[in-house]
């Protein structure tokens, strides 16, 4: 889809050069991973793959944020989605009853005319989307393990810092876009 594919495209702010969070969060990954004999130059060299690794990281994060929320279209519209009530605290949901949302039945409705299958083909574009974020997410996994394994001084511990940093922004971003 569209959307996704831009989200994707598109490197937010806090993942630029020019951000001070992120040359404070790569200063403190740097100067934790290089030695006394670093040069410079291969200092800009970790950097740049640091923050090759960050956008990676940022892109699968986005995939799997996409991959829940159509996980969460195909349940409604099969009718195994479990809805939580507020006051009681129980499960309802419904076998029988399936219900596509909106947006999946407007981009389907867009593109085919044809209403008397409506739920086939609203299953068929869901389980097709969702088959193709898992596609691009083992492409961005396999791309990212490359270049942690290439990477001097990568470890889980700067994985987890850089994780960290883009939950905290990929969040506040996503709350931004919401309200």
């Known amino acids: 889809m569209k959307e996704i594919k831009d989200q994707l495209e598109m490197i937010p702010g806090y993942l630029t050069k020019k951000n001070k969070s992120f040359k404070e969060m790569m200063h403190q990954i740097l100067s934790s991973i290089t030695t006394t004999t670093t040069t410079e130059e291969k200092s800009n060299n970790n950097a740049n793959e640091l923050r090759r690794i960050a956008i990676l990281i940022y892109k699968i994060m986005v995939i799997q944020s996409y991959r829940y929320l159509w996980k969460n279209y195909l349940k409604s519209g099969t009718g195994q989605l479990f809805i939580r009530s507020k006051t009681k ?25 044809n209403k008397i299958n409506e739920n086939d083909i609203c299953l068929k574009f869901v389980n097709d989307q969702l088959y193709g974020m898992q596609h691009q997410l083992k ?24 994780m960290e940093y883009i939950e905290q922004n990929i969040n506040s971003s996503f709350r931004r876009k919401i309200a």
């Open 139 to 162: 492409e961005y996994e396999k791309e990212l393990n490359i270049q942690a394994t290439n990477c001097e001084g990568y470890s889980p511990s700067v994985h987890e810092i850089i």
């Open 89 to 113: 605290q129980k499960l309802f949901y419904s076998i029988t009853l399936p219900i596509w949302p909106n947006e999946v039945k407007r981009i389907v409705l867009a593109n085919n005319k």
